[in-house]
């Protein structure tokens, strides 16, 4: 694959972003280079010091940004609008094609102060950048549509921090996304009332972001954009359910219009089928728990709604296309839980019942969710020692006929691979008292593993 910058953001207009300088670290250790990613861009060449280079001193790629964009957003915290957001810690750093020929966005996270940093440091400590990269390759592993941890080097700097033993070591992270754009950079040009925006950022969503050409009428524009990323954030929401994944804070301004899942900080696996599960400590209500997350990114969706309004002068096909929401996800749930499980598709009915069975034997809590698809995968009935109850009967029953996994040697180990948060911390404990990166190494690599098997088509 070669390099193929495409700059497209200036398209969109100034009123869209700020031009900024990116911080000076005392420091650039390479941690984690996401050399499989690179080579999907043309990226795969560079040396460590280029790599230090171009995403720690963020000296421009060729053919690319003379210099980094912030981009202004608004969004929704917490069912709050908050009109004084944007990127505060990071900035859009370069655009190229992938090897699919789609356009992708190398964002920062950590790359120093922003017009929109407020009081903040606009820094990354060290281990939220090791629970970013950890967090992205396990859902990469199994089949989350997420941003990529491209790269993440230490930075050398002792940053404080309230919410974990301070001073603490620094970071920067570069991400790889299919885009910077969100529900909340609609939000803030439908709060300025900037319809003309509006249209530029829609259009440019359809033709640059979903591949579409855009039409002349607005309001058809409008619609198309708003049904597609209805499809995407359902499947979205499915794949998170599935993962038994806690994002931890879904705002708007945290949901992708292509809706791809990104920017994680305090995201967490739940261990079991727990549907009051959270991630974040300060999530006092469960707004964002685990069972909770289709209702709080239907709710976003919504906000987006809302925005397009502006641009469709009758609501019922908007709401039309919300109502549809619904069944959209449950579709995406069933065919995610069965893609998990590794079993073909049939007709919808018989799927229905076998996502059911499946949800059931989840919810019984018989085993953690990562074993119980490990067990049940692997093409034989785990026996009634694990799982004697009547829900497991019914599901082998329903499981009856239907093609099996691949074989892959990662069904024959003895644990499956999960990522519960004593695993994470006890795999950032080595770096922070030992600076111990093995248990980090070795479990990226048993995640891609693990990502293998669980793509493997059934048989």
């Known amino acids: 694959m070669r390099y193929r910058p495409d700059v497209r953001i200036f398209e969109l207009g100034d009123g869209f972003f700020d031009p900024v300088e990116p911080a000076k670290f005392p420091q650039c250790i390479p941690r984690f280079l996401n050399r499989r990613a690179a080579e999907t861009v043309g990226l795969d060449g560079f040396s460590d010091e280029e790599w230090a280079a171009h995403f720690c001193r963020f000296e421009p790629l060729s053919d690319n940004l003379k210099q980094p964009l912030a981009l202004r957003y608004h969004g929704h915290q917490f069912r709050v609008y908050n009109p004084d957001i944007g990127d505060g810690r990071g900035f859009l750093f370069a655009q190229l094609r992938g090897e699919d020929g789609r356009l992708l966005d190398l964002g920062t996270k950590g790359s120093g102060q922003t017009p929109y940093s407020r009081t903040a440091d606009g820094r990354l400590t060290l281990k939220g950048g090791v629970r970013e990269v950890l967090a992205t390759e396990m859902l990469q592993a199994l089949g989350v549509n997420t941003s990529k941890s491209f790269a993440l080097l230490e930075t050398g700097e002792a940053l404080e921090r309230g919410d974990e033993p301070s001073p603490t070591r620094s970071s920067v992270l570069t991400r790889l996304s299919h885009s910077h754009i969100r529900i909340g950079t609609f939000q803030r040009q439908a709060f300025l009332r900037d319809t003309e925006a509006l249209d530029r950022l829609v259009r440019y969503c359809l033709q640059h972001l979903y591949d579409e050409q855009p039409a002349t009428d607005a309001a058809e524009n ?220 070795a479990k990226i690599a048993a995640i891609r593993r693990m990502g293998e098997a669980v793509g493997c088509a059934p048989a």
């Open 222 to 441: 409008s619609l198309r954009l708003f049904d597609l990323v209805s499809q995407a954030t359902a499947t979205l929401a499915a794949s998170y359910m599935v993962a038994g994944f806690v994002h931890g804070v879904l705002n708007s301004d945290n949901i992708n219009i292509t809706g791809e899942s990104f920017d994680y900080g305090p995201w967490r696996f739940t261990p079991y089928w727990d549907a009051e599960f959270t991630a974040a400590y300060f999530d006092h209500y469960g707004l964002y728990a685990f069972a909770r997350q289709p209702e709080a990114i239907n709710w976003d969706l919504a906000q987006l709604g809302g925005c397009l309004s502006l641009l469709v002068p009758e609501a019922q096909p908007i709401s039309d296309i919300l109502a549809s929401w619904g069944d959209r996800f449950e579709q995406a749930f069933i065919a995610a839980l069965l893609g998990r499980l590794g079993v073909d598709a049939r007709d919808p009915q018989s799927d229905r019942e076998l996502a059911a069975a499946l949800l059931k034997a989840l919810e019984s809590r018989a085993a953690t969710i990562d074993r119980i698809f490990f067990d049940w995968r692997r093409g034989r009935d785990p026996g009634v020692e694990r799982y004697p109850g009547e829900v497991f009967r019914t599901l082998a029953t329903r499981l009856a006929g239907r093609k099996r996994p691949s074989t892959h040697p990662y069904w024959s180990d003895a644990e499956p691979c999960s990522m519960h948060i004593e695993e994470v911390e006890a795999i950032w404990g080595s770096i922070a008292e030992r600076d111990d990166w093995s248990p980090f190494d």
